[in-house]
């Protein structure tokens, strides 16, 4: 695959230098520097959001870098896009696979550089090209599958071998063991291996340490979007690892906790499980009345999961919830919301916002039959009067309530849906990722909400990747690992290492 | 295409059910058909077969058109009434020499192949411009379809409004008829010559689906357009390609149906396109694109055609048939749907 005498080992196959990106409000990576030797494998981890897909996506072209350099075998480059990554040798497998669903592996493979016999594309040679790079990674897939029919794993390989059919001298793998076996894993390690010895030099990306330590050569930390450390994987343990990761201070970003819990458990939540897979395997928890429960976990840890089923959007296996000393079923939505259960989406554009909407509509779409007379005729005075008010409590910036929602800043679009579910008057809040992609000031309002809730005696389960805005406004938190509870802590005693340990309990 | 279409992973048990279910629509219109060979056996004929074959063969050849941009993940709702224009076209322009009341009478005799080919450019002209609003502008292919729509049947109304004073334009050239018409008797099955060009042209669609590039990337479009930009195929190119294409096959088709049929007006051609839409998805062409066969489309438009005629021949009330031939799309597209239906 390689060009054997220009690769010398001493010197970097890839240099990042200096890689400074800002986004409006955000400095997602500062003066971060990343440098990949060849005939090595080099880990890159952080906390969500410490910055590595932005240093990736960097280096792919999909964000151009407001400063510093990228250096390829000694040659400065700028790809504007990851194709042309992909034609310089530089290559990623994705942890959500881009692929063409309902064509064969090989076609995949090829695709955009077909081999052609005139004007005729030359199956013949695409399938002993695929068939020959299949059998060099030892991976046993028959190259006119189709793309759909594979399990994830061998859907990886597809794109591992698509990478070495490029002669990729960099490969990034993101999160490659997320959703595999053990097994699955050993072989993906085997060709790693196998292709850190023919010379590639490998950005692996993970939250899972022990996996760090045995497949890397190298590791670099970030941290808020700086770099912390880079150092050889055997002068290094995973607690040190752990505390580069999560070192750093808290100071007043969270508004003091007003509210107290009582005693009185009001959401009994026992052995809950979803239908459709990846979902939740097995939850059991309670909720106390005030009371704020933060759910940590890593991704594909299927938080999301676990409180959607208990909203009733994906399909219930099996699990009981009581509420308030009655089961309910909340077989869907509507059900779950006169039930008194609010939940706050992750995806607040896919989910949340109705965007060429107004603020108004956004407010009272969730709780329209109350604004609704019993001819069908909605109340314009109920409604300008609650807008008004979810305007005023939550402190949305805009500058009427007839603006379209999409012309919000991210924290004010959060607040006016946190506004829109606080209208449904709740018992249960569920809250996925409130603070996500929200500015630094309007996190703190959302905090306060947050806090506020709970002490009008709501309970709130509060879903973050942030381990300390988790610890800074819990009272108990709930770790999630691979669909199941690892473990619920006390957010006063508890500290980053536990969750972080709890995280990967079951990967 | 089996495979693909099943919603089953690998390694599970197939299940009766679902093979009942992924096969519906065949086990539909087998029933439909053994009804009609139950109720009157003399539909099981040579002759009988010769004409739903002539019947089919310009079908067979817009929806082989049509596929195309079906494929890529669009439609084209303009497709009946380019056919429409190529017909008038070539009728207007391949009338009978011995026919004083021509439309152009100082025309002198053309070649056949002529008129065809000016159909065939004018129609492909309007397929670019649609292709161009679709892959360029990025306009919604429903919406570009249903202008374009309204664009060519207005021009070839002005024209044929212009030219015959909105009278029927018959008479055609006999070469040009019989350039269609004519044909072979095989043991009392007639072959006649449009059954071989739409062979040619199923075979030739068959090739650059299956064995070009351009072919490879219509799928990789349809099936999952980041994923094909991503690897660089060139999407405004190639659906421009193919939406050329569409339109080439339009023009010959049209020009087939109006020298199979023997007169024009401009009323020819429509609906055409909802025809050839629905014996696509029959075919197990998917509306979302990316997936479908040649073996599937002309499936589903021998299929329609055999039904169709087998209920009219069995003396169904024609309303009726509308009716059966709902249900069938109907049916067609829920089970396209289940197929793609992400579970939560």
């Not at chain 1, 910055?51 to 790809?79: H, P």
């Not at chain 1, 679009?413 to 606080?422: A, F, N, P, S, Y």
């Not at chain 2, 999952?224 to 569409?246: D, F, K, P, Q, R």
Request: charged share 20%; with cysteine.
């Amino acid at each position: 695959m390689m060009q054997q005498e220009s690769i010398n080992k001493d010197t970097y196959l890839l240099e990042m230098n200096g890689i400074c990106k800002s986004f409006p409000g955000v400095k997602a990576l500062d003066e971060v520097s990343l440098r990949i030797r060849p005939y090595s494998v080099h880990a890159l981890v952080g906390e969500n959001g410490a910055g590595k897909s932005t240093l990736m996506k960097c280096l792919f072209g999909i964000y151009q870098e407001d400063a510093g350099e990228i250096i390829l075998n000694g040659r400065k480059v700028n790809f504007s896009n990851p194709r042309q990554a992909l034609d310089n040798g530089v290559s990623m497998v994705h942890q959500e696979l881009n692929q063409v669903q309902d064509r064969s592996v090989m076609e995949n493979i090829w695709l955009g550089r077909f081999p052609m016999k005139g004007i005729v594309v030359d199956s013949k040679k695409m399938y002993d090209d695929t068939k020959k790079i299949f059998e060099d990674l030892n991976i046993n897939i028959d190259p006119k599958a189709i793309v759909g029919t594979l399990s994830v794993s061998q859907r990886q390989m597809v794109e591992i071998a698509k990478a070495v059919s490029c002669h990729a001298k960099i490969i990034v793998f993101d999160e490659p063991t997320s959703s595999l076996t053990e097994v699955e894993v050993r072989h993906l390690f085997r060709i790693i291996n196998k292709l850190r010895d023919e010379g590639c030099g490998i950005i692996y990306i993970s939250h899972k340490l022990e996996e760090i330590i045995e497949i890397a050569d190298e590791i670099t930390v970030l941290r808020d979007g700086k770099w912390v450390y880079t150092g050889r994987c055997e002068n290094i343990t995973i607690d040190q690892i752990i505390t580069l990761i999560v070192g750093r201070e808290l100071n007043n970003r969270f508004p003091p906790k007003k509210h107290k819990p009582s005693d009185e458990v009001i959401l009994h939540v026992e052995n809950l499980a979803g239908e459709y897979m990846p979902t939740v395997i097995d939850a059991s928890f309670e909720l106390r009345k005030g009371e704020i429960l933060g759910v940590a976990g890593l991704m594909g840890s299927r938080r999301t999961e676990t409180v959607e089923t208990l909203f009733g959007i994906r399909k219930r296996k099996d699990g009981t919830i009581n509420l308030e000393g009655r089961n309910v079923e909340n077989k869907n939505a509507r059900e779950s919301k006169s039930n008194g259960f609010a939940l706050l989406t992750e995806e607040r554009r896919q989910t949340g916002i109705f965007p060429t909407l107004d603020i108004t509509f956004n407010c009272i779409i969730a709780n329209i039959d109350k604004y609704t007379n019993r001819f069908g005729i909605l109340k314009e005075k109920k409604i300008a009067e609650d807008t008004k008010w979810v305007i005023d409590a939550l402190s949305v910036k805009t500058p009427s309530e007839k603006t379209k929602i999409q012309y919000l800043s991210g924290g004010n679009q959060q607040k006016v849906i946190m506004g829109r579910w606080l209208l449904t008057e709740p018992t249960v809040m569920l809250l996925d990722e409130p603070t996500r992609g929200v500015d630094v000031g309007a996190k703190y309002d959302i905090y306060q909400l947050i806090i506020d809730c709970a002490e009008k005696g709501n309970a709130v389960i509060f879903i973050s990747s942030e381990m300390p805005e988790l610890l800074g406004i819990s009272d108990r938190i709930m770790v999630m690992s691979n669909g199941r509870v690892a473990g619920i802590v006390d957010a006063k005693t508890t500290t980053q290492e536990e969750l972080l340990r709890l995280a990967s309990k079951y990967l | 295409m089996k495979l693909s279409a099943s919603p089953l992973k690998p390694g599970q048990p197939v299940k009766i059910k679902d093979i009942i279910v992924n096969n519906a629509i065949y086990i539909v219109l087998f029933l439909l058909f053994i009804t009609v060979v139950i109720i009157d056996p003399s539909f099981l004929s040579l002759k009988n077969a010769g004409f739903i074959l002539s019947q089919s063969a310009t079908r067979m050849i817009f929806a082989c058109a049509i596929a195309g941009p079906i494929v890529l993940g669009g439609t084209d709702l303009s497709a009946g009434r380019l056919i429409g224009m190529a017909g008038l076209i070539t009728a207007s322009l391949l009338q009978s020499p011995d026919y004083t009341a021509r439309v152009f009478p100082n025309l002198p005799r053309l070649p056949i192949w002529i008129p065809i080919i000016l159909a065939m450019i004018i129609c492909g002209l309007f397929s670019l411009i649609h292709g161009f609003l679709v892959a360029k502008q990025k306009v919604a292919p429903f919406i570009a379809s249903l202008g374009m729509q309204l664009v060519v049947y207005g021009l070839m109304s002005v024209y044929f409004d212009a030219v015959s004073d909105s009278a029927p334009i018959g008479v055609l050239d006999p070469k040009f008829t019989g350039f269609a018409q004519n044909g072979f008797n095989i043991f009392g099955f007639r072959l006649q010559y449009i059954i071989i060009y739409a062979v040619i042209v199923i075979t030739f669609i068959w090739f650059i689906w299956n064995k070009t590039k351009l072919g490879k990337n219509m799928f990789a479009i349809g099936g999952n357009i980041e994923a094909a930009n991503v690897s660089g195929v060139n999407i405004v190119l190639n659906t421009l390609a193919i939406y050329v294409l569409a339109g080439l096959l339009y023009g010959f088709g049209g020009a087939l149906e109006v020298a199979r049929t023997g007169s024009a007006t401009n009323a020819l051609g429509q609906g055409y396109e909802l025809d050839a839409i629905a014996a696509c998805v029959v075919g197990g062409v998917s509306m979302r694109g990316g997936i479908g066969t040649i073996k599937g489309v002309i499936t589903g438009v021998l299929l329609f055609q055999v039904i169709s005629y087998g209920l009219v021949y069995i003396q169904v009330n024609p309303y009726l048939v509308y009716f059966i031939k709902g249900v069938i799309i109907l049916i067609a597209v829920v089970i396209d749907t289940k197929k793609y239906i992400k579970k939560k």
